[in-house]
């Protein structure tokens, strides 16, 4: 009903930028947060950034300053802007949307893509 599809990671030297974008689709009445996630290897999945559609953007204490989500609800797109990466953000990056889906009962749901891998090098 609801597919999440990101795009955008790679391999970047330490101090480069990358732009990841994650686009919605399916049976979507409305989204209320969009959010991204990342995993390291041997780490648990952690929340980098979340943008609720109306209200205040968290992020990641590591992250702060340095990354920037945005949204854009027409499109039903996410995107996460990377600065000043470093070897510890190295990790498979997640999108996260809640979404009430458009067909009866419209309930919330949890919706996950498949990831993008974000390799910084040193």
């Known amino acids: 009903q609801v597919r999440l599809v990101e795009s955008g990671g790679g391999l970047v030297q330490a101090g480069g930028s990358l732009r990841l974008s994650c686009a919605a689709s399916?049976?979507?009445?409305?989204?209320?947060?969009m959010s991204w996630y990342r995993q390291a290897p041997g780490n648990q999945r952690e929340l980098v950034a979340a943008?609720?559609?109306?209200?205040?953007?968290t992020y990641a204490d590591s992250v702060k300053g340095r990354f920037t989500i945005s949204r854009d609800n027409a499109k039903m797109e996410v995107y996460l802007q990377m600065n000043s990466l470093k070897p510890e953000d190295t990790a498979v990056y997640y999108c996260?949307?809640?979404?009430?889906?458009?067909?009866?009962?419209?309930?919330?749901?949890?919706?996950w893509g498949q990831g993008t891998q974000v390799t910084v090098s040193s």
């Open positions: 943008m609720p559609s109306g209200g205040t953007t």
């Open positions: 996260n949307a809640r979404v009430v889906v458009n067909t009866p009962p419209r309930r919330l749901g949890d919706y």
């Open positions: 399916g049976s979507i009445f409305t989204i209320p947060t």
